[in-house]
C-alpha cells in the first residue's frame, strides 16, 4: 500500500504525517510553530521533508492560499503568513512527486472520501473557524475554477458597510459566519465591545435569553449563506467543519434552508474526519494524481 507525507500549512502551525491510500495516519503528528520568514518556512520544509521522504512514494501539500490547477505553487496567500510564500517552489523540495492544494479543498475531498459527505457526488463544505475556508465538489471532482481558486467564501451578505472583511471588502459572508462574525453579532446586539465567542457560548449553556439570541442570529447569517450556495450548486449536501461548527445547530439549519431555497432539498452535515483533515485530503488527492 502506498503512502504520503503529507503536510498542512497553517499561519501559525505546520502539522505533518505519514498516511495510507485508506486515508489513515500511520504515524505521530509532528507540529511545528509556522515561522515568520519565508527562509525558515522553507527550511521548516526541508527538514520535515529529509527526515521521512526515504519512506514514503509522494509529498502531498494541505495549504492555505489559492493553489493553482497544476497543484504545484500557490496564486493566492493569506495575511497570517510570510508575504512570500507565493514564492514557494514546492517541486524542489523532493525528488518524489509533489502534490500541492488549498487546505479547505482537502478537508473537502477527505469527507467526500471517507468522511459525512462519502456517497454524494455533489457537496459544499465550510469551514468555520477565524474565517470561513470553502471546497466545492461537483460530480465527484473539486471545483478549482480557471485558476484554482475557487471556493473563496467572500460573497456579499448586505450592501450596507456593515464590517469590514479580512479581504478588504466589506460585508462578505466570512464576517457574519466566522468566529470572528460570532464576536462581532454578540457586540452589536450586546452593546459589549468586548464581548468574547466564550462569553456567548457559556452563556448559552447557562439559558441566558440574550446569548441564545445572538447564537441564533449567527446562525440565521450561516444559514442565509447557504441558501445562497444551494440555490447555485444544488448539492447533495453540505459539511461543516472548523472549531465554530461545534456551536451549529445542523437540523435548524437544514430546515431554514430548505423552507427557503428553490432548488431541491439539501442535507447539512458535520464533518467526521477531524482535525487532520486537511492532511488526509491531500494524501488522497496525491494519491489519485499519482496513481500508477
Known amino acids: 500500500m502506498k503512502k504520503a507525507l503529507a503536510l498542512d500549512v497553517g499561519g501559525t502551525k505546520i502539522y505533518s504525517a505519514i498516511i495510507n491510500e485508506n486515508g489513515e495516519i500511520i504515524s505521530e ?6 515561522p515568520k520568514t519565508f527562509d525558515e518556512i522553507e527550511n521548516v520544509f526541508r527538514k520535515i521533508i529529509k ?3 526515504d519512506n514514503v512514494d509522494v509529498v ?22 510570510a508575504k512570500e510564500y507565493p514564492s514557494m517552489q514546492f517541486k524542489s523540495l523532493s525528488n518524489k512527486p509533489i502534490f500541492v492544494e488549498n487546505d479547505a479543498n482537502c478537508a473537502a475531498w477527505a469527507e467526500h472520501k471517507i468522511g459525512a459527505s462519502k456517497g454524494y457526488a455533489d457537496s459544499v463544505m465550510l469551514t468555520l473557524g477565524t474565517g470561513v475556508g470553502g471546497g466545492i465538489i461537483v460530480n465527484n471532482k473539486l471545483l478549482k475554477g480557471k485558476n484554482g481558486a475557487a471556493g473563496e467564501m467572500h460573497f456579499k451578505m448586505y450592501s450596507d458597510k456593515r464590517r469590514k472583511c479580512s479581504c478588504g471588502s466589506w460585508d462578505c459572508f ?3 459566519a466566522s468566529g470572528n462574525g460570532l464576536r462581532l453579532t454578540a457586540a452589536e446586539m450586546s452593546g459589549n465591545p468586548s464581548i468574547t465567542t466564550y462569553d456567548v457560548i457559556n452563556g448559552v449553556n ?17 444559514s442565509n ?26 437540523e435548524r439549519i437544514e430546515t431554514s434552508v430548505n423552507n427557503e431555497i428553490v432548488t431541491t432539498p439539501t442535507k447539512i452535515f458535520k464533518a467526521t474526519t477531524g482535525n487532520y483533515s486537511g492532511m488526509i485530503g ?4 496525491a494519491f489519485e494524481v499519482n496513481n500508477g
Open 29 to 34: 503528528v509532528e507540529k511545528h510553530s509556522t
Open 51 to 53: 527526515k521521512h521522504e
Open 60 to 81: 502531498a501539500f494541505s495549504t492555505c492560499g489559492a493553489v493553482n490547477n497544476q497543484n504545484d505553487g500557490i496564486v493566492g496567500s493569506t495575511g497570517n503568513i
Open 174 to 176: 466570512e464576517i457574519y
Open 206 to 222: 447557562n439559558g441566558e435569553t440574550m446569548m441564545i439570541d445572538i447564537l441564533n442570529r449567527w446562525q440565521e447569517d450561516i
Open 225 to 250: 449563506g447557504i441558501i445562497g450556495l444551494a440555490n447555485i450548486f444544488d448539492p447533495d449536501c453540505f459539511v461543516l467543519s472548523g472549531s465554530m461548527a461545534d456551536f451549529v445547530d445542523t
Open 282 to 285: 491531500a494524501a488522497l488527492l
